[in-house]
C-alpha cells in the first residue's frame, strides 16, 4: 500500500472529505460525517483500501436511509461507469448481511426500488456490455431497450421498439461562476461601438453560458459604455446593460483597472433553476417547442450571394432534430433580396422513412415595445418527411422592409435580428 519512509504520498482519486471519515472510522470505529451526499466517496475509498467494516457500514447507511434520499445517492453522481460498479457492489453487500446468495434474482431485489433511477443509457456502451449485462440483473427486455437507445436515441415513439424504463436526462450542476479577463483595454475602449469579447463557455444547468463583453453607447450620446451581460446558446440571452462607463471603469481610484497589465476582470455567478430548465433539456420525444436564432451582422448578411444560409441550433421533437433555416433569396427575377425562413427537419438517411406533421407559426421577433412580431402560420396539415425535409416562406419579408426602422424588427445598433419557430408535432 504506502511506506511510511517514502515522504509525502499524494492520493489524487479520493475526496478530502471521504478520506477523513475513512481514517476516522479506523481509528475510532465511528463514521461520523457519512451522508447520502458523501456515501458513495466513501465507500469507494472502503472498497479500494479493503475497510470490510466501513463498506458494511455504507450498506446499513443505505438500507436505512429514507427512499426519498436513497435514488439521489446513485443518480447525482455523474461518473456513470463508478455508479454502476458501486451500485452492484452494495447489492453484493446487502445480500451478504441478509445471508442471501449474491445471484442476479438476490441482486435485483436489493436494487428494486433504485434500479429504475439508474441511467443506464448514460453509462458507455462498452461498460455497460462487460459490467452491467453480465450481472444479470437487467431483464432480456431491459437489455436490448438500452441497446436500441444506443443505436436509436430519439426513436423511442417508433412501433415495434421495446419501451425504455430508464432515465437518459444528464443532471447537470445548476451554479457556477463564469469568469473573463479583458486585456489590453485601452485598446478595446477604442474599437467601434458594437465591438464584443466573450468569455469562455461554462457548463450550468446543461447550457454552454459565456460573459458577453461589448461596447455600447447611451441615449445617442457618443461616450463610450462597458455593456457586460449573461450570454446562452439556449433557451435565451439576457438583456444588455450599460454597466459603466469607460471613464470611469480606468479611473485608478476606481480599483477596477489594472493599469500595469492593462486588463479588466468580469465574473457573473449564475444559479439555474433546474425545474424550469426542463422543457428546454428533456425529453426529445415532447411534441412542442421553441427555436430561436439570432441573425447578427445582418447588414453583411444582406450583402451575401443568392442562396447564403443560416441555421439555428437543433431542438429535439417528437424524437427529431429541429432548425431553423434562414436563406437568401431573390422573387419574381428581381435582384431584390428577400429573407427565407423556413422549419427543417435535419434528420439523417439512418433515421430511415419518417414523417411528422407539424402546425406552428414562424415569427422575426420585435425589438421594440410599440410594434408586435411579423409572423406567418404553418397550417396543421403541413407534412415534412424524407422527401419535404423544410416548409416556410422563400420570400418572407423583403430586406429592405426587415430593415427599415419603423417596423421595430431590427436592431441597428447592435446589426440583429431574432427568428423565432413556436411549433407543434404530430
Known sequence: MFRYDEGQIEIPDTEIEA??????????????????????????????????GLVKECANFCAN?????????????????????????????????????CSAENRRKMLDKVLPNIRFPLIPKVDFTKSVVP??????????????HYLHPNLSDVPGLIPLKFPTQQRYKTEGTIKMEIEKVSEFAREAVGSRRFSDAVEIGGFSWKIWAKIKTKNENNEKWLGFFLYNAGPKEASPN??????????????????????????????????????????????????????EKVSEFSREIIGSERSSETLYIKGMPWKILAIINTKNESTEKWLGFALLCDAS????????????TLRIVTQKNDVGDFKKELNDKTVFNNK???????????????????????????????????FTCE
Open 349 to 360: 438517411k439512418k433515421d430511415g422513412n419518417w414523417s411528422r406533421k407539424c402546425s406552428g
Open 242 to 295: 450599460k454597466i459603466i462607463k469607460f471613464k470611469e471603469l480606468l479611473d485608478p481610484s476606481k480599483g477596477f483597472y489594472n493599469k500595469d497589465e492593462d486588463k479588466v476582470k468580469l465574473a457573473i455567478d449564475v444559479v439555474v433553476d433546474e425545474p424550469k430548465m426542463e422543457k428546454f433539456i428533456s425529453d426529445p420525444n415532447k411534441s412542442n417547442g421553441t427555436i430561436s436564432m439570432d441573425i
Open 65 to 101: 436511509v429514507s427512499i426519498q434520499k436513497l435514488p439521489n445517492v446513485f443518480v447525482s453522481f455523474q461518473e456513470a461507469r463508478f455508479l454502476n460498479v458501486e451500485a452492484f457492489h452494495w447489492a453484493d453487500e446487502q445480500c451478504r448481511q441478509n445471508d442471501i446468495e
Open 19 to 52: 478520506f477523513k471519515t475513512m481514517l476516522t472510522f479506523i481509528y475510532t470505529k465511528h463514521f461520523n460525517g457519512l451522508d447520502a451526499n458523501n456515501l458513495l466517496e466513501v465507500l469507494k475509498a472502503a472498497d479500494k483500501y479493503n475497510i470490510t
Open 388 to 422: 419535404t425535409k423544410s416548409k416556410g416562406w422563400n420570400n418572407f419579408i423583403s430586406f429592405a422592409e426587415l430593415m427599415e426602422p419603423s417596423k421595430g424588427l431590427y436592431n441597428k445598433d447592435e446589426d440583429k435580428v431574432i427568428l423565432a419557430i413556436d
Open 135 to 148: 450481472t444479470g440483473v437487467l431483464t432480456i427486455e431491459e437489455v436490448i431497450s438500452v441497446y436500441q
